[in-house]
């Protein structure tokens, strides 16, 4: 087989009609030249174009999309008066649980935030003021009829997130939907209703504490009773000894019981005095530090990186692509052909 060798415009010999510098080395260790990556590009440049108008598609489709409106509400949580002069240690953690009660830390807040009672309530509450229109229906975008039971939490768990600042403790509520005037009320009915639920809880813990308190009372005053009726018996029996006598010493074991039982009485009467001031207390546990705007700004669409991530996107699906055909490989058995 005879092979037809003639010059190329830049000096390099044709092999079969293939210029010599664009042709791929044949060996081991071989370098694919640039053009041999190009080429398979450049070929199947409609399906390049077909890839890339889809992903700008797609981004544009989102222009169309209405604006959503994000109402931040930046909370605190209040501390219990009683436990915040304790010192550390396990004592001022006993003390907390014995007079204190419920902590509103940051975590708890946060949680109670996102507690499935509150996600629910805040659901079934209207939208706005003379609206039958529920909130779930602007989250769910359908009538209340449509719309499951198993489906209300989930879809409000996607539009009312919160975040913990690990440094400062302040706990920043954001509810993001489409229409803005909703979503500040959402933000303030579910700030309401985890602050209504942290009381209904703190108040449940000090009517057990006071119901506790009561027995504990009971029984000092039975303690302090016994042992005030035997010194009664005791100086009823005795009314004349010696100093130093045996009966001197029983007289003052008792009287130490009377002033024991009579601390213990006292204390136990503190303490259900302040568990019945718990009870009756409205203390907030949630201070609102920086409140929903007056004017919502909506959200970013950050366009230009969206387009960006689909174009590259689109890329990889051709590039892909043509590996899988074999566009990409060097045509061995051609050439070999050529100088056979």
């Not at 209207?126 to 209300?152: D, F, L, S, Y």
């Not at 001031?277 to 530090?289: G, I, K, R, Y």
């Amino acid at each position: 087989m005879s092979v037809a060798l003639r010059p190329t415009p830049m000096g390099s010999i044709a092999v079969g009609g293939v210029p010599a510098r664009h042709a791929v080395p044949v060996g081991d260790g071989a370098e694919v030249s640039l053009s041999a990556l190009v080429q398979p590009w450049r070929r199947h440049w409609r399906a390049v174009a077909v890839a890339l108008g889809l992903a700008w598609a797609a981004v544009g489709a989102t222009v169309l999309q209405p604006r959503e409106y994000s109402a931040s509400i930046a909370l605190a949580a209040v501390p219990n008066p009683k436990t915040a002069a304790l010192s550390g240690g396990i004592s001022a953690l006993l003390a907390a649980g014995q007079t204190g009660g419920l902590q509103a830390t940051p975590r708890f807040v946060a949680a109670l935030l996102g507690m499935r009672g509150v996600m629910l309530g805040v659901a079934e509450l209207p939208a706005t003021p003379g609206r039958a229109e529920k909130v779930i229906e602007v989250v769910a975008r359908r009538p209340r009829a449509r719309i499951a039971p198993g489906e209300i939490e989930p879809a409000m768990r996607e539009v009312v997130t919160n975040d913990v600042d690990k440094n400062t403790g302040i706990v920043t509520l954001t509810v993001t939907l489409r229409d803005s005037a909703v979503a500040r009320r959402t933000a303030l009915a579910v700030t309401a209703a985890a602050e209504s639920q942290y009381r209904l809880v703190s108040r449940a813990q000090a009517a057990q504490q006071r119901l506790a308190t009561a027995e504990r009372v009971d029984s000092a005053a039975r303690q302090l009773r016994r042992a005030e009726e035997r010194l009664a018996d005791f100086i009823a029996g005795h009314r004349a000894y010696a100093a130093y006598a045996d009966a001197t010493i029983e007289r003052t074991r008792i009287e130490r019981d009377v002033a024991n039982a009579n601390v213990v009485n006292t204390q136990a009467l503190q303490d259900r005095e302040q568990a019945i001031a718990h009870e009756l207390e409205d203390t907030p546990a949630l201070a609102v530090v920086d409140g929903v705007p007056a004017t919502l700004v909506p959200t970013p669409r950050h366009l230009a990186i969206k387009g960006f991530l689909a174009s590259a996107l689109a890329l990889c699906a051709v590039g892909a692509w043509l590996f899988v055909r074999g566009e990409f490989a060097a045509p061995r058995d051609r050439r070999g052909e050529a100088f056979a």
